[in-house]
């Protein structure tokens, strides 16, 4: 029980790293705000969490909406007093090389990615800060940190989410609040499973060679990146502040043969 008595809300926790995070979470005794776009999965995950005998709540939200996400962080305060932890890992992805991606998309992927963090941080903090007390988890990525074929506008997201991660940790460390990065590498989510039919030819050599990005030469699963965050949000991790925390198989740092 390494989160008792902490309230957490995990944007984007209807599929994927955030439902297995909003999953462990619960397990580990925290009480669980699970937030979605897509209602149906968000009930999903909160049935989850009760059938295992964990403490939860779902709140329908677009996170690139400001009065949306206000509603939301008022409503958790209503009923709980309190956030904890803000774990933002809501996020889409971007396929195409910076020639071949339109308008729209790009803004999109900005909008989810950048904004959506923004927002989310912008509406807990006040109440961390009056708190003295707080945690934010923001989810980059390892292509924040190396290049990745046709991923321009996400691969521009993820590394502003982590220049954003060292700017709010200077920022607020007066107020007791850390602010740290969770960088994965290919994980085997609807998210990976939606781009592996959308931009290859054929899915199965597609699999191969992305598993080759990593030095495992398998992909992650959302379970190993819900233990990263886990790390992140529990006390264990108070000397780590302004910190992005790699969880890829290698990916970033080695290279294979
Ligand atoms: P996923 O698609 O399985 O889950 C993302 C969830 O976010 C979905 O349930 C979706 O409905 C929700 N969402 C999207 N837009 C939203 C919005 N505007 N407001 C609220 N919710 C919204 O994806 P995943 O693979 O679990 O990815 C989660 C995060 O991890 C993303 O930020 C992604 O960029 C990041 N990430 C994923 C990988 C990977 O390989 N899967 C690697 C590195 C980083």
């Not at 108070?238 to 990916?251: C, H, Q, T």
Request: glycine fraction near 8%; charge should be neutral; hydrophobic fraction near 40%.
């Amino acid at each position: 029980m390494r989160l008792i008595n902490k309230v957490i809300l995990i944007t984007g926790s209807g599929s994927g790293i955030g439902r297995s995070t909003a999953l462990l979470f619960a397990r580990e005794g925290a009480t669980v705000i699970v937030n979605d776009l897509d209602e149906a999965k968000g009930i999903e995950t909160l049935k989850y969490i009760q059938d295992a005998g964990g403490m939860g709540h779902f709140i329908h939200a677009d996170v690139t909406n400001p009065e949306s996400v206000m509603l939301m962080i008022d409503q958790i305060i209503k009923k709980y007093g309190q956030i904890d932890v803000l774990f933002n890992n809501a996020g889409i992805s971007g396929v195409g090389a910076l020639h071949e991606i339109e308008p729209d998309t790009w803004d999109r992927v900005i909008q989810v990615n950048i904004r959506g963090v923004y927002l989310s941080s912008k509406y807990v903090l006040p109440h961390m800060m009056k708190r003295k007390s707080g945690n934010i988890i923001n989810m980059s990525s390892c292509v924040a940190e190396i290049g990745l074929a046709r991923r321009a506008s996400y691969s521009a997201t993820k590394g502003a989410v982590l220049a954003l991660t060292k700017s709010m940790q200077v920022d607020y460390a007066s107020y007791n609040i850390r602010v740290n990065a969770i960088l994965p590498g290919t994980i085997l989510t609807p998210f990976v499973e939606n781009y592996l039919v959308s931009s290859y030819d054929d899915r199965e050599s597609a699999m191969a060679s992305i598993k080759k990005r990593q030095l495992s030469e398998e992909l992650g699963t959302p379970e190993d990146v819900a233990q990263a965050a886990l790390f992140l949000a529990s006390d264990e991790s108070k000397f780590m502040m302004g910190s992005p925390l790699y969880i890829d198989g290698g990916a970033t740092f080695g290279k294979n043969a």
